[in-house]
């Protein structure tokens, strides 16, 4: 977080250990496994810690706020300790105009004080109110709890090098120098004093490790350690220290951190998380760390950078985003999103299986402007009203459905919805499913996904719409269940006004299991009660099913998607007795395995044929009929053909062959390297430009890579019937996802 886009390419990594965690679409945590009583540092223990209590789940929502040294400036973006020392960059001039030379003109000097070239004393140093200021740290907090949040903290050091408390191990403190005060126990102690849970955000691992490169190199030992260069031994044990320092004076509830803690010594990563989960323990406190990357993904929470995954992902995580695209602290003339677009994206977020931790930009004086109060109280309002929605939920097996697509991964901007767009919550018990609309849909609405080929609703009690206060409903008409999906009749007009609005759907029981549109479902109790994970195509050992929910030996139903089928093992790494499931099994005492899987495999089901349609045209992929070896894939408006039906069959290593109906042909990426080249088709000769990995993108999106060119199948935008199918480096574009329908 924390940064500009310039520190994008450092996020490549982290998002992809996050990919690697997700076990497709879990939506229970499970059970947590117990803690270890105590923790040494190496990676056999600290992955013991249970990542995300329930505290954690049930919070949602948090604040914190980059205000620091760098907001005094208020120029560029919280960047602007290492920008003004670029040559030629905007900051660098920007400092050269109104201070001078960065030489003569350092950055410490917003610390210690100095005067501009206007003659006006410039210095990071906020007073309190009580003193005659415009800083309040109470009045912060009671503007967080007003926006609802459940946790919240100050960022204690930034890159920057500054520390916020009064440190024994770094003069370059806020008690020592700047204000003098010691702004992280006041921010603590206000924090604690309104009942939230504190977090602590820490990002100086890049403080270090390149965030002031430009800087000359320093002669005085003081300076070397506020700019990162007391050599590689020396700062990693200063991380270290910082981070004791404040587990020690604090006890913070999360302890968050910022990227290129990979470039931190392992040793002092794995000192840091042992001595924090030994503490914590001591205080009888179940306690969160977080991370980008340098972590081993098992016993912390990992976070996104503005974003999120594109649908439900495990284990549990978090994102921070901020109210401003354009900087995270103050800057003049800073730029807000909306409360739609928050308030949009963090209801998207929950519903995907996660917390969103939300930046807001003080100024250097320690005003709040009101803009930033509104966005807030915005998001405030919509919790303190319709909460139970949002509070102590847990995910549901589908995050939602509608037109607007959020996440995908970290620096993806939060959208607002539309009144077509519904998002899913459930409560803890699993009997109630809360569906928000984001936006008013008029006097009906169809949720699509509660179709009878999904879901039996023959246990569904009472629809009835939130009201405009806590804890008030307004009962609606018996909802009708047809193909199309869940009817709802809605008062003619909206009965109040509200950034969204909240369906509470009750059942005499468990909610029923739904079968998801790819994959599998698979439950620990029968009839898909339980815990439950949505298990997208691919390989899951013990530790995969563990990792979402389901330990080995705990399965007891399955539901496939149509077209797909289950390969059980009874021992880890698919090995012992296999069964193959290719139906609904609500109770695998049945087949006499139930509680006996340790792992499995989610294929394509090879008897099946498929239509694959591209995600922007809605064209289906065409072979074009009987044709000769060679031709090139084509794109078509559905019309039931045989040239239009596909084969997936498993060939091994994860690789799938794609085989036409109609001539028996198989893509064929005839080994093309260039972004726009043709997928053709051939007789099957086994060649690796015949074999395809076929990857989940979120719901029932895919993207097809050939094993041989790395290219994807690409629809090409917009096309019309006829066009050519081609290929293309895989990126964000929907032109190069695909879904796969049992016809």
Not at 311 to 323: E, F, K, R
Not at 401 to 426: C, L, N, S, V
Request: aromatic share 12%; net charge negative; glycine share 12%.
């Amino acid at each position: 977080m924390s940064s500009s886009i310039n520190r994008r390419h450092f996020l490549a990594g982290a998002t992809c250990v996050a990919a690697a965690a997700v076990a497709g679409g879990v939506f229970d945590a499970g059970t947590a496994q117990a803690a270890p009583s105590t923790y040494t540092p190496d990676w056999n223990s600290v992955d013991q810690h249970p990542p995300a209590p329930e505290w954690f789940q049930d919070a949602k929502f948090g604040i914190y706020f980059h205000w620091g040294v760098f907001s005094v400036p208020a120029y560029d973006n919280e960047w602007y300790p290492r920008n003004m020392y670029q040559a030629g960059s905007n900051a660098n001039q920007h400092h050269i105009a109104t201070y001078g030379q960065p030489s003569a003109w350092p950055y410490h000097d917003f610390i210690n004080g100095a005067q501009d070239l206007a003659g006006d004393f410039v210095k990071f140093a906020p007073k309190l109110k009580s003193a005659g200021g415009k800083f309040d740290p109470d009045e912060w907090v009671q503007l967080f709890v007003d926006a609802g949040a459940r946790f919240a903290g100050p960022v204690a050091e930034h890159h920057d090098g500054f520390s916020m408390w009064d440190s024994q191990v770094n003069e370059w403190n806020s008690v020592n120098k700047g204000p003098g005060l010691d702004l992280l126990r006041l921010f603590s102690t206000a924090i604690r004093a309104k009942g939230l849970k504190l977090l602590v955000a820490m990002h100086h691992a890049y403080h270090f490790n390149g965030f002031y490169e430009f800087v000359p190199a320093q002669t005085d030992p003081s300076l070397k350690k506020l700019y990162g260069q007391l050599g590689s031994a020396a700062e990693n044990q200063l991380w270290f220290d910082k981070l004791k320092e404040v587990i020690d004076r604090t006890h913070p509830d999360i302890l968050w951190q910022d990227f290129r803690m990979d470039a931190v010594d392992e040793t002092q990563r794995l000192n840091f998380l042992a001595y924090y989960y030994n503490q914590a323990g001591s205080w009888g406190k179940e306690v969160v760390a977080t991370y980008k990357d340098g972590m081993n993904s098992k016993g912390e929470v990992f976070d996104y950078e503005r974003g999120g995954p594109g649908d439900l992902a495990s284990p549990y995580w978090l994102t921070d985003d901020s109210i401003s695209s354009s900087s995270w602290c103050y800057t003049q003339g800073i730029g807000y999103y909306t409360v739609q677009q928050m308030l949009h994206s963090f209801i998207d977020r929950v519903s995907k299986n996660g917390n969103m931790l939300l930046n807001i930009a003080p100024m250097a004086d320690g005003t709040i402007p009101q803009a930033q109060k509104d966005i807030l109280l915005g998001i405030g309002d919509h919790l303190k009203r319709f909460g139970e929605s949002v509070y102590s939920t847990r995910a549901w097996t589908a995050y939602g459905e509608g037109p607007t697509k959020m996440g995908g991964g970290a620096f993806t901007t939060p959208h607002a919805g539309t009144p077509q767009d519904i998002r899913f919550t459930r409560d803890k018990a699993g009997t109630v499913l809360y569906a928000t609309v984001l936006g008013w849909p008029g006097s009906s609405l169809t949720i699509k996904t509660l179709s009878p080929d999904r879901i039996n609703l023959s246990s569904l009690t009472s629809v009835k719409l939130l009201g405009t206060t806590a804890s008030t409903y307004i009962d609606l008409p018996t909802p009708v269940q047809n193909s199309s999906g869940l009817t709802v009749t809605l008062p003619s007009s909206a009965p109040y006004s509200a950034g969204a609005y909240v369906l509470k759907l009750a059942f005499s029981g468990t909610i029923p299991g739904l079968r998801p549109l790819a994959g599998t479902l698979a439950s620990t109790d029968v009839n898909y009660g339980g815990n439950s994970a949505v298990l997208t195509l691919g390989d899951y050992t013990t530790a995969d099913l563990t990792s979402a929910g389901l330990g080995a030996g705990s399965i007891s139903s399955l539901r496939p998607a149509p077209g797909y089928q289950v390969i059980g093992y009874s021992g880890d790494d698919f090995t012992g007795t296999s069964w193959t499931f290719t139906a609904e099994n609500p109770d695998l005492r049945v087949t006499g395995n139930n509680d006996q899987i340790a792992s499995l495999r989610v294929q394509f089901n090879p008897a099946a044929h498929f239509r694959l349609t591209n995600a922007t045209d809605g064209l289906a992929l065409d072979s074009g009929g009987d044709v000769a070896s060679g031709s090139d894939l084509k794109q078509w408006t559905w019309n039931g053909s045989s040239n239009l039906q596909w084969q997936a069959e498993a060939v091994g290593g994860g690789y799938y062959r794609l085989v036409n109906r109609t001539n028996g042909l198989v893509a064929d990426g005839w080994g093309a390297t260039d972004n726009g080249s043709p997928a053709r088709q051939a007789p099957w000769n086994g060649g690796t430009n015949q074999q395809w990995k076929i990857t989940s993108r979120g719901g029932d999106a895919y993207s097809i890579a050939n094993r041989t060119t790395g290219l994807v199948l690409d629809g090409g935008g917009n096309v019309g019937s006829g066009s050519v199918t081609k290929q293309w480096a895989y990126g964000s574009s929907t032109n190069l996802l695909w879904s796969f329908t049992s016809v």
